[in-house]
């Protein structure tokens, strides 16, 4: 028999070999059986190795991929930063007297960076020195506009705005056939024959995110001369959920509510008479009475006939079916019925009981036009020309139940008019114009003598 010849062997196969049984044939040759065990290379494990190391170069990729581009944002927001620091620096120099929409196209750019550098750090975390330095100088600059703005202890801006409205008046008032501002409550004219220039108050309170809603000043006879004025900015077209209100204009113009109150209205059709809040109910034909000083519910009605759920609602503003308006004698309901298929439909509303007293019929399409308004018994109902101009364009006197023609063009500094309301004592109509707070002085025909 040939002899063995032993090698040195790595420890981990002398683990693997061991001692047999042999035997030897008839040829004289040793035979004996040798078993391979199946892990000696671990051939899964390095599978799934090979498998992650894939992955994860994948992720890597991505991750680099996604890096590269916030770079390049976050490169283009710095040229912007620098601009808008530029801008803001100048306006801190500068002595003139600027608008509130100054400030707020500046606040708009800053809060678009702002979000932005918001998602980088939440992708990249708080350890990029970059994007915490971008992030730190975007809110300095906001506060830097914030503090120009309070620089105006004496409200010079509203001054400024009160004063080109007067003049705008005076001006009315002396151009021939234009028309005079009547008393409070003086029903005894012609009708509506022309309207201001916008009178721009203010941005909502909410910001660029609440497009939609509706403001106005509290009308009430026994206290004509009150200052409470209301604002119910909403997110979406449906959903009216809150509504401030400001003991004052001065209130209104720093963003001071006396109170904030939570209700489930539906479009913006609402309108505050003698302290209550008239306002559809959500997800019905039901108009509800709320008491503002306890912000409780003190009564129902539903208005019989009454499409809802953005059946017939007005052009530009879905979900308004029903609209609540006051004029110089209390509160209407101007809104679309299946029988009237989808016209305008006018009821006078008991305050007291919430019931229709009386109701009439027009032939003009609710969901063409974009709003109406009520004056001493007249309906009045606009229309979009195009993104600066409205036309009040149609009539309805429930004094005669004659509708009527007509052609006073308004401007508007917004291109969606969201929400009306007119006031009574002051004869002014209140526009929310995708977020703006936006006023227009009325003139009327005197009648003859």
Not at 124 to 149: C, F, P, R, T
Not at 246 to 272: C, D, H, I, M, W
Not at 280 to 297: A, D, G, I, P
Request: charged share 20%.
């Amino acid at each position: 028999m040939t002899p063995w010849v032993f090698l040195p062997l790595p420890s981990l196969l002398l683990q693997l070999v061991s001692r047999v049984n042999g035997s030897v044939d008839d040829r004289g040759i040793c035979q004996c059986s040798v078993f391979l065990p199946e892990d000696a290379f671990p051939a899964q494990q390095v599978e799934a190795l090979e498998k992650l190391v894939g992955s994860l170069s994948e992720r890597f990729n991505k991750e680099l991929s996604k890096v590269t581009e916030y770079m390049k944002i976050v490169d283009v927001y710095g040229h912007k930063l620098f601009n808008l620091t530029q801008r803001v620096e100048e306006m801190h120099k500068s002595q003139t007297s600027y608008t509130e929409l100054d400030f707020e196209v500046l606040k708009l750019e800053i809060q678009e960076m702002e979000s932005l550098v918001v998602q980088l750090k939440a992708s990249m975390g708080e350890s990029n020195v970059v994007v915490q330095q971008l992030y730190v100088e975007i809110k300095n600059m906001s506060l830097m506009v914030a503090h120009l703005e309070n620089l105006d202890k004496n409200n010079v801006l509203a001054i400024r705005r009160e004063i080109l409205a007067l003049k705008q008046r005076l001006k009315e008032c002396e151009e021939p056939g234009s028309g005079q501002l009547v008393p409070p409550g003086f029903c005894n004219h012609s009708g509506l024959v022309n309207i201001s220039k916008p009178h721009l108050h203010s941005w909502n309170w909410r910001g660029s995110g609440y497009r939609y809603g509706v403001w106005g000043k509290g009308y009430s006879p026994g206290s004509p001369t009150s200052e409470a004025y209301w604002v119910a900015p909403m997110y979406d077209e449906r959903n009216m959920q809150t509504i401030d209100l400001y003991s004052s204009y001065e209130n209104l113009l720093f963003y001071a509510p006396s109170k904030r109150l939570s209700l489930s209205g539906q479009g913006s059709g609402a309108t505050v008479y003698k302290n209550f809040l008239y306002f559809n109910y959500h997800n019905t034909n039901q108009m509800y009475k709320l008491e503002l000083n306890s912000n409780t519910v003190v009564l129902k009605s539903t208005i019989t006939g009454a499409a809802y759920n953005n059946r017939f609602s007005y052009a530009g503003m879905a979900w308004q079916d029903i609209d609540l308006v006051v004029d110089e004698s209390g509160l209407w309901a101007i809104y679309s019925t299946e029988a009237n298929t989808g016209n305008i439909v006018i009821s006078k509303i008991n305050e007291d009981t919430l019931q229709m007293q009386k109701t009439w019929f027009t032939r003009q399409y609710k969901p063409s036009v974009t709003s109406a308004f009520i004056i001493c018994g007249v309906l009045y109902v606009t229309r979009s020309l195009n993104t600066q101009q409205e036309e009040i364009f149609y009539t309805f006197d429930t004094n005669t139940g004659k509708e009527g023609r007509i052609s006073i063009v308004l401007e508007k500094p917004f291109g969606t008019v969201r929400g009306v309301d007119y006031h009574p004592t002051d004869r002014k109509l209140y526009l929310y114009n995708d977020g703006f707070l936006v006023s227009y002085n009325l003139v009327f025909q005197l009648a003859s003598p």
